[in-house]
């Protein structure tokens, strides 16, 4: 199955997006300067190269911790007939982005954030898709180890949402439509909040698209409270 519910909400989506206000960023400086704390932002299906609105998420984090950087994955995030082949890419991206971040800077405090097909791909590279059929591996493609330094980890409207999990925030009791193994992401319990809500077509198979729209809204205060107090406990 493909992401074929996004082909209506992409036009709406766009209209959405192009009402939003510009938001700048901290420059990156991923390989001559290593951040205290550093976010990779990964956008939704067809929201436009860079941060996109989960942007505003990875802002109030920025603001709150001096020095923090963040760098956006680069991939496709198109939709429909390329979403399978997209979160592949995106998986690919996620880990070469965060390995070679880490890799220079071993030391620095991490903290992934996606939105959409921007949440899977993050989650994907954690936990495994499950299978090839989903756009991933179904094995992890970061180790335990190599994310040692990851103090957060916050999904919006992840497609990959499993019911009942532990780490979940939000109303959903379904599963996503690409939704992983129970417990794949058992290994990153304690840094995730998966946030979604009854209705999200894509998170919880409903048929709500205004739901898709409004995690920002409803729960980037909320979230940024959290990626803080993990911030705060994860401190080196
Ligand atoms: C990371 O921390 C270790 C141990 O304190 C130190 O030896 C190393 O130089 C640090 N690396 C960077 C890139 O800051």
């Not at 996109?52 to 923090?68: C, E, M, R, T």
């Not at 996620?94 to 949440?119: E, R």
């Amino acid at each position: 199955m493909y992401f074929s519910p996004s082909i209506a909400a992409a036009g709406f989506l766009a209209v959405v997006m192009a009402t939003a206000s510009p938001l700048s960023f901290a420059a990156e400086t991923r390989q001559t300067t290593c951040a205290p704390i550093h976010l990779f932002v990964a956008r939704g299906t067809t929201e436009s190269p860079g941060d996109g609105s989960i942007g505003s998420l990875a802002q109030l984090v920025i603001n709150a911790h001096s020095g923090a950087t963040q760098e956006a994955i680069n991939y496709p995030a198109s939709s429909y007939p390329t979403y399978i082949d997209d979160v592949s890419t995106g998986i690919t991206a996620v880990t070469n982005q965060f390995t070679k971040y880490t890799s220079s800077c071993p030391n620095s405090t991490l903290v992934l954030i996606g939105y959409s097909q921007g949440a899977q791909i993050i989650l994907d590279a954690l936990c495994g898709s499950g299978s090839a059929t989903k756009g991933g591996t179904g094995s992890p493609t970061i180790t335990a180890s190599q994310g040692k330094n990851i103090a957060a980890v916050v999904g919006y409207g992840d497609p990959g949402h499993v019911a009942g999990e532990s780490w979940n925030e939000g109303t959903a009791t379904t599963n996503g439509i690409y939704a992983r193994p129970k417990g794949a992401c058992n290994a990153w319990a304690n840094v995730i909040h998966s946030y979604c809500n009854t209705g999200d077509p894509f998170c919880a198979s409903g048929n709500n698209i205004m739901v898709h729209l409004q995690y920002p809204q409803t729960y980037n205060t909320q979230a940024s409270q959290w990626i803080g107090q993990q911030l705060s406990s994860h401190a080196a």
